[in-house]
């Protein structure tokens, strides 16, 4: 790919911005704005919550939006706990498909360095597993977003650079940020991720040292989410489910063709296994061990 410079301010961008509490279903949205009220997060209680609220395709000069929309958000009493992230989707219109590997090849190389730099709380690690050089390789010989998606739990499938964003909707996907709603550390954050989009896509070399890849980009050195510590119980609950979850991929498999198990949780009748399907959709099934061996009690309807 010939290496093209852009202004960084130009390229089109969106967050996804995860919290919990507040009253999703009633705040009121500027235009093109999307409250996905299907996609919940976790509260200190264990109990769903939130939502996630993102914007239309817009550019540094629309950000004031981001700060209006923050204050309705919070106005609400909504707020980010340890189990929100912020995601930056950055438009690639300038490069196009053929850029692909060059961005790759830059996930391979910055990625711990934009981890670190963002502050990756522990917790969120799982939805943001490193690219590796086995998806570099697939994507030569064989170029899709089937590449570039990570096998295993559908926490896993989206990288912390999730370059298959570019096959749903024509972006780069930065997903290492933690969640917040704090104006300032959320511009901070989709200012780093348009300018490190712009420098690989222009063919620069950079720093892997954490601040000093900031420095280079201009981007801020600091004023990123903090990470926040889950609680115990949560700690406790995925290590669980990463026991369980070699156990239960087999019959995951036959109930559900491809299935990836989503989640494993405690019901008082049973274990609850969400099984995600190829497509997306998922099933929810209750399950028993008797001495036997697991039982498929039901599937869960919704």
Not at 12 to 28: A, C, D, M, S
Not at 186 to 206: D, K, M, P, Q, S
Not at 242 to 270: C, M
């Amino acid at each position: 790919m010939r290496p093209i410079a852009a202004d960084w301010k130009e390229l089109r961008f969106g967050v996804e911005i995860e919290f919990v509490g507040g009253n999703p279903e009633h705040v009121e949205l500027l235009p093109g704005w999307i409250m996905s009220l299907d996609e919940r997060q976790i509260d200190d209680t264990g109990a769903e919550s939130g939502s996630e609220l993102k914007p239309p395709p817009i550019q540094w000069e629309d950000r004031e939006q981001i700060r209006e929309m923050l204050a309705r958000l919070q106005a609400t009493g909504a707020d980010a706990n340890w189990s929100c992230g912020l995601h930056v989707h950055v438009g690639l219109d300038p490069w196009g498909e053929e850029a692909i590997p060059r961005f790759i090849e830059a996930a391979l190389l910055y990625q711990e360095a934009a981890r670190n730099l963002l502050n990756t709380s522990e917790a969120r690690l799982q939805f943001c597993p490193p690219v590796t050089r086995e998806m570099y390789d697939r994507f030569r010989s064989d170029p899709g977003s089937d590449a570039l998606y990570r096998k295993g739990r559908p926490q896993s499938h989206r990288c912390g650079m999730n370059l298959a964003a570019w096959y749903d909707i024509g972006t780069v996907e930065i997903r290492y940020a933690n969640g917040s709603l704090d104006y300032n550390e959320v511009i901070n954050t989709v200012e780093f991720c348009l300018r490190f989009v712009e420098a690989i896509g222009a063919g620069r070399t950079l720093s892997a040292d954490p601040r000093q890849l900031a420095i280079e980009l201009g981007a801020p050195a600091g004023g990123y989410p903090q990470p926040k510590p889950a609680p115990q119980w949560y700690r406790e609950r995925m290590w669980l489910e990463d026991a369980l979850v070699p156990v239960l991929v087999p019959l995951a498999r036959r109930l559900v063709q491809d299935g990836e198990i989503l989640s494993i949780l405690p019901r008082p009748e049973g274990i609850l296994v969400a099984i995600e399907d190829a497509n997306g959709d998922l099933f929810k099934h209750l399950l028993h061990l008797p001495s036997t061996g697991w039982e498929a009690v039901r599937l869960l309807q919704e």
